[in-house]
């Protein structure tokens, strides 16, 4: 499991998360094949698994690879383009004219080589790349939101599994103090010292605590499908009683971070506000392209051609040569289409400007809920670890008076429970604060915030 240990500081996860996208383009873009997980699975482990298999980190990097095809395409309208044109043509004799004594040919055909090169495009191509650039580097900020979902969705459903686990262990606890109540109450009722009545109400007791394991050992496998789908591991049929051993437990840790911090953290470091604020520098670009369709169009143009000749149907004894120009358009009038596209891409600025505003808000609400929710699990935690000494001490005494012959089946039965559903109780908490905690690193952009250290 992760660990939160060290100094009371903030560390930021970028290193990290930069590092495993260079993992993630280092495979194939092209398909992908379900790895096994391994037999022994921590916290660190799973994430890796799901960095390079989940399926919303896959989809992110297709992105990537649309935004690089797009660059390609807008960097070519400001690269020489070749092109090579043929024709051929055969005439009816029906459509031959004779002109001077010499009739025109049957056949007519020729070759040229056409090259075409953008001079000037009122600088709507370099406005056009420059905006490709910014949305590319943006797509880039897009995976890693998706790294740092699906992190916060593998730490939660990972803990989740820990829970299901260590709730196997006290229902099976449980069961275990119950099977023991009912062989002391046997062997009471054996002795004479007790009725039947208290062997049949131990074996009551012994029969109510199952479903509750039964149940806990459903919702350990329910929380292992879960991880998988976060996992991204498509496994077959042979591997459904299959899982990992686990490695791992739900402890407390307390983290020091404080409110100011936290919202200074997730301001520079959340990628989706980097990624709007690239947004709105590209939808800046979109303005400058538009307006670039007011400017004139200027193009150097050459080509080399190969002609039949009238004289001759031979190819060696072809007109050639080349030809250069240049070549300007103007649209000096378009009905003020572009002036309707100009108020467009104004408008597609002042959205994504007020995109931005409200995921900065967006962004603060969900660092003020994350703050709130672990300081909530915290106390939980901390009042949990009380109650467990009070309720062991408890069935301790109740057990020793039931013994004296001072007490009676039912004082130890409840306190019996009372223990049970303290230990749940502290699971519960303990649960509750790692998932506050990976809630809050997502808030701060995958910023880790270590636990305080106890030294």
């Not at 496998?221 to 042979?238: D, F, H, T």
């Not at 300081?375 to 939980?380: F, G, I, M, V």
């Not at 012959?405 to 049970?420: E, H, K, P």
């Amino acid at each position: 499991m992760m660990k939160l240990s060290e100094s009371g500081n903030i560390r930021t996860a970028n290193t990290w998360i930069l590092f495993f996208i260079g993992i993630l383009f280092t495979s194939s873009l092209v398909g992908r094949v379900s790895v096994a997980v391994p037999d022994n699975l921590d916290l660190p482990g799973a994430i890796t698994y799901a960095l390079e298999n989940n399926y919303s980190i896959l989809q992110a990097k297709q992105r990537i690879r649309e935004q690089e095809g797009l660059i390609v395409e807008i960097r070519s309208q400001a690269l020489p383009s070749a092109s090579i044109d043929a024709s051929y043509i055969q005439r009816d004799p029906g459509l031959i004219e004779t002109f001077g004594g010499f009739p025109t040919n049957e056949e007519i055909w020729g070759l040229a080589l056409n090259v075409r090169q953008a001079l000037y495009k009122g600088g709507g191509v370099s406005a056009a790349l420059k905006a490709q650039s910014l949305l590319e580097e943006a797509v880039l900020y897009d995976l890693k939101a998706s790294i740092n979902l699906a992190v916060q969705d593998v730490s939660t459903r990972f803990y989740n599994v820990l829970l299901a686990r260590e709730s196997i262990d006290v229902q099976e606890q449980n069961v275990e103090l119950l099977q023991a109540q009912l062989q002391d109450a046997t062997n009471r009722y054996e002795a004479g010292a007790v009725s039947q009545f208290e062997v049949l109400r131990a074996e009551v007791a012994l029969a109510n605590g199952q479903p509750d394991l039964i149940r806990a050992k459903n919702g350990f496998r329910i929380a292992i499908e879960e991880l998988r789908q976060s996992l991204g591991y498509s496994g077959g049929p042979e591997d459904v009683n299959e899982y990992p051993n686990f490695l791992g437990s739900l402890d407390y840790e307390p983290i020091n971070i404080s409110l100011v911090q936290a919202l200074e953290i997730a301001k520079i470091n959340r990628p989706e506000l980097q990624q709007l604020e690239l947004v709105v520098q590209a939808r800046e670009q979109g303005i400058v392209i538009e307006r670039s369709n007011r400017l004139p169009d200027v193009d150097l143009v050459g080509s080399y051609e190969f002609n039949r000749s009238l004289a001759s149907n031979s190819f060696s004894n072809a007109l050639n040569g080349w030809t250069i120009g240049v070549q300007s358009s103007w649209a000096i009038f378009d009905g003020k289409s572009t002036q309707g596209r100009v108020v467009q891409a104004m408008s597609q600025l002042e959205q994504a400007r007020l995109d931005l505003g409200e995921t900065n808000l967006d962004v603060e609400v969900e660092v003020r809920r994350a703050i709130n929710d672990l300081q909530e699990a915290a106390e939980l935690s901390q009042a949990s670890v009380i109650v467990i000494d009070q309720a062991v001490e408890s069935l301790r005494l109740a057990n020793e008076l039931y013994g004296a012959g001072r007490g009676t089946q039912l004082d130890v039965r409840q306190s019996q429970v009372d223990l049970t559903q303290s230990r749940l109780n502290q699971l519960e908490a303990f649960h509750s604060y790692k998932i506050a905690s990976a809630a809050l690193s997502k808030a701060l952009g995958n910023a880790i915030p270590y636990a305080q250290s106890e030294e």
